[in-house]
T-cell receptor, first 113, second 112 residues
């Protein structure tokens, strides 16, 4: 059965710290992995990683895909209180021509001032 | 605003009532998804449309749930005879050409 597992489940840090969030996956026909940030509303898209784009960076956020280890990490440097959110990892699976996303349970990050 | 929109944003209903939610995807996206999210969980897939065709339904979608996308644009999700276990955030997402999903703001359903 396809699955996506995220760790840790929750994390509390202080402003300025660097955090690393993990996502591991077991899916057939892997194509891509996506990271989302979810505050008190719907998830917002952060990054998509594929075989041809295994590293992405945007400001203080960066993400790397390790296809050999079937995992990805999301790094946030110099954290700010506004980074407090749930970070979701999702992997699409292709079954009978239909893309279906499998989400992890997320990592709840709290950044203290 | 050219993003995904959902209506209503919040719905409180009594057990046994029917509810209907609407999703308007990004206009050029022909693929549309419905998800359900409960506290402490990631979104769970419910159903998927390509244009007006409903191509897949999750086992989570009991016969009290029905979804439509009659003209291949907006979609509706109806829950009949609501139960307290239906309380959740119902998310709609549309998919772009690179298979990235963009979510709407969600409809939070509370069944009393």
């Amino acid at each position: 059965e396809d699955k996506v597992v995220q760790s840790p489940l929750s994390l509390v840090v202080h402003e300025g710290d660097t955090v690393t969030l993990n996502c591991s996956y077991e899916v057939t026909n892997f194509r891509s992995l996506l990271w989302y940030k979810q505050e008190k509303k719907a998830p917002t898209f952060l990054f998509m990683l594929t075989s041809s784009g295994i590293e992405k960076k945007s400001g203080r956020l960066s993400s790397i895909l390790d296809k050999k280890e079937l995992s990805s990490i999301l790094n946030i440097t110099a954290t700010q209180t506004g980074d407090s959110a749930i970070y979701l990892c999702a992997v699409p699976t292709l079954t009978s021509g239909t893309y279906k996303y499998i989400f992890g349970t997320g990592t709840r990050l709290k950044v203290l001032a | 605003d050219t993003g995904v929109s959902q209506d209503p944003r919040h719905k409180i209903t009594k057990r046994g009532q029917n509810v209907t939610f609407r999703c308007d995807p990004i206009s050029e996206h022909n693929r549309l998804y419905w998800y359900r999210q409960t506290l402490g969980q990631g979104p769970e897939f419910l159903t998927y449309f390509q244009n007006e065709a409903q191509l897949e339904k999750s086992r989570l979608l009991s016969d009290r749930f029905s979804a439509e996308r009659p003209k291949g644009s907006f979609s509706t999700l109806e829950i009949q005879r609501t139960e307290q276990g239906d309380s959740a955030m119902y998310l709609c997402a549309s998919m772009g050409q690179y298979n990235e999903q963009f979510f709407g703001p969600g409809t939070r359903l509370t069944v009393l």
